[in-house]
């Protein structure tokens, strides 16, 4: 079992641009949830998938938006890039419910300029 | 408004001493309270974790010791090594979603 991969490992955007995240989660986990991490910071939640719906959310604005296929995988959207939008994105996979059992991913370090 | 307060925000140990972070809480729902380890370059992992109903939990050389009554938790890692250099964080799950605390960078003297 690769446990929750993500990819991008690094990704360098301007301002203005749009990224996608993206993330496979650990194998019989059904529920996906995303992070934000900057510098020096810990996570804070982005929001969650279950059902290829989003569950719940966080404090962010609509730019960021997600995805989540039948095969429970999960795309993070972010539009409109700003600055402060340069951090680290974690993927979090569980079964629904069981939060004590995510498990994060190594991670997505976005650098925008 | 943060939920989870941590302290200290880094720390130095000498290598085989012991190293202590401080967690404090807000909200008396919380049921569950772990800490996460992070390597630079790497996702948060679970290190050890606790339930309210008891008042410590050790895992080797990792304690939580949880005080209810003051909504505070600690971890200590005896005979800190080198390898336990990293960030750890204390966090509380709610609603399904994790809140962390701004996290302690550890550093272990060889």
């Known amino acids: 079992d690769a446990g929750v991969t993500q990819s991008p490992t690094h990704l360098i955007k301007t301002r203005g641009q749009q990224v996608t995240l993206r993330c496979s989660p650990k194998s019989g986990h059904d529920t996906v949830s995303w992070y934000q991490q900057a510098l020096g910071q810990g996570p804070q939640f982005i929001f969650q998938y279950y059902e290829e719906e989003e569950r719940q959310r966080g404090n962010f604005p609509d730019r960021f938006s997600g995805h989540q296929f039948p095969n429970y995988s999960s795309e993070l959207n972010v539009n409109a890039l700003l600055l402060g939008d340069s951090a680290l994105y974690l993927c979090?996979?569980?079964?629904?419910?069981?939060?004590?059992?995510?498990?994060f991913g190594p991670g997505t370090r976005l650098t925008v300029l | 408004q943060q939920q989870v307060k941590q302290s200290p925000q880094s720390l130095i140990v000498q290598k085989g001493g012991i190293s202590i972070i401080n967690c404090a809480y807000e909200n008396t729902a919380f049921d569950y309270f772990p800490w996460y380890q992070q390597f630079p370059g790497k996702g948060p992992a679970l290190l050890i974790a606790?339930?309210?109903?008891?008042s410590e939990k050790k895992e080797g050389r990792f304690t939580i010791s949880f005080n209810k009554s003051a909504k505070q938790f600690s971890l200590h890692i005896m005979d800190s090594q080198p390898g336990d250099s990293a960030t750890y964080f204390c966090?509380?799950?709610?609603?399904?979603?994790?809140?962390f605390g701004k996290g302690t960078r550890l550093h272990i003297l060889p």
């Open positions: 979090a996979s569980s079964r629904v419910g069981r939060v004590s059992e995510q498990f």
């Open positions: 606790i339930r309210p109903d008891v």
């Open positions: 966090a509380a799950p709610r609603d399904d979603k994790i809140i």
